[in-house]
């Protein structure tokens, strides 16, 4: 497939959005139980409105990868069938509760409405929290769905696919909680730094395990089965058309099998490795800088991955596109 | 229910693109706008088609064999491009069970292209929406038009009778007949898609003559050899007729 960088900014800033929330509602989880000091309402307002700038930025550039922006609205109409329309569904939707529990946190409007058996209260932003809590993982599980629903994209056709849109972008929104937390609240910064580290770990074995199993496919169409004849020996000698079509460039990534094999290693040593060193180093100095440098280079790798992700899959379809004349 | 569909002889198609030129001449005239030619002229010119022959070679030299392949929208049963559509743009007609797309709806998206294995849908570089062949669905109910009319544009122009229109749920219908009886076949069929267009099997056409047909076996000639010499007394053919 051709990367188109619309949808690799999307979906690395949404994941990363919904990660960072889910490092806030985790501390507050926590502060409700006990586990943690009670933190100041600022780091929760802040950390939402950082979300909630990585989430609008997505859906900006998610706009680009359409030929109608304007009719967008409209696809949310087949939520019955469409993973795409479940995510254009949900984004918004958990931007307003992220929205809404900043707001609630920034004004300190917080009653409670129960307590539990263990004491701990049942307030408005635990409830809006909650909520949140469960759009994010919906719509980790839109996003990853959209791609491990298309059965014949085998490279992408895994549950893997969903566990690693979850895995990755929860690791790349706790590095920047972790960043966040060294500045805000330095309390729960070895929390956050801590979850980083083992989700980044997580999403490494993750990634590696799509990776050994995409090494391993075997093609299911070929040349034979897409022209129904019966041959070992088939070469296409034209494809029909002379300056490319939607088929030639949409489908193909257009790189030397030699660049998609460099950026693998890339985004394994950006997105994860340095990563975890940073933020170990972080976590043992304390040091905020250091924390949001793990940040940078683990968003730049994840830009990384999600190319390699697209380039990576091979269509049937190409079947059909191998020679010009 | 009615499947309406296109059944193409590989057997027959010379690959002269007729029906290439002729689809695109009557889509891109219609109501639905044109079918964009990007750079015509220049050295990459590039556009929309509903429809495409390709060639192949089949084989190793000097045993090869080349396959014209016409390749349109294949009107799958069980078409995978359309529950992804999040508008409802990409739909399947129930009556004739036609895939259409209503370009009214379409955002280009062109997540329904990803989910078409065949490559059958192409992005309209200047409508910015996603366009595939309707089986001329402007066409082949305009009764305006008289019932030889009525049939897709690739159909009318091909100069070999290569293409076949018609319902494949009528057993009675040419194309059911033809899948049956010639070997009609679906393209990728592991995906279960149950395309509705089919494809009939290229074969060798061999004139089988035995060799007793060559020579007559009851030849009285053979048997007899040479007929007996009428003696100069019989009565030929002269003196049994007069003009």
Partial sequence: MHPAFSVVFLTTLIGAGQGLFLALFTVESYAAFGLLPTQSSDFYAVGSALALVLLILGLVASFFHLGHPERAWRAAAQWRTS????????????????????????????????????GAPVNLTAVLGSVAWVLAFALYICTGMIYACLRFLREWYTPLTVINYVLLGGASGFSLGAALAAAQAPDVMPLLAGWALIITFLGLIGRSATLIRNARLKPKSTLQTALGIKHPQIVQKTMGLMGGSFNTREFFHGQKPALLRSVKWVFLVTAFLVPMVLLGMGLSMAAGGVLLLAFVIQYLGLLAERWFFFAQSNHPQNLYYQSVA | ??????????????????????????????????????????????????????????????????????????????????????????????EDGIVLVDYDKCIGCKYCSWACPYGARELDEQQRVMKKCTLCVDRIYDTTMTAEERRPACVRACPTSARLFGDIHDPESEVAKAIRENGGYPLMPEWGTQPANHYLPRRKTKLRIREDELERADNPLKIDQQLPKPGKSEPSLDDVTSW
């Fill in chain 2, 1 to 94: 229910m009615t499947q309406l569909a296109l059944v193409i002889d590989l057997n027959v198609c010379v690959g002269c693109h007729a029906c290439v030129t002729n689809c695109k001449e009557w889509n891109t005239s219609g109501a639905a706008g044109p079918m964009v030619d990007m750079n015509p002229y220049g050295k990459d010119p590039t556009g929309t088609f509903f429809n495409r022959v390709q060639t192949f070679e089949v084989g190793e030299f000097p045993n090869t064999e080349t396959v014209h392949f016409p390749k349109s929208c294949l009107h799958c049963e069980e078409p995978p491009c359309v529950p992804v559509c999040p508008t409802g743009a990409s739909y399947k007609r129930k």
């Fill in chain 1, 83 to 118: 993973w795409l329309s479940r995510e254009v569904i949900v984004l918004p939707a958990f931007m307003g509760m992220v929205f809404l529990y900043g707001v609630a946190h920034w004004f300190g409007f917080n009653p409670v409405f129960a307590q539990l058996p263990s």
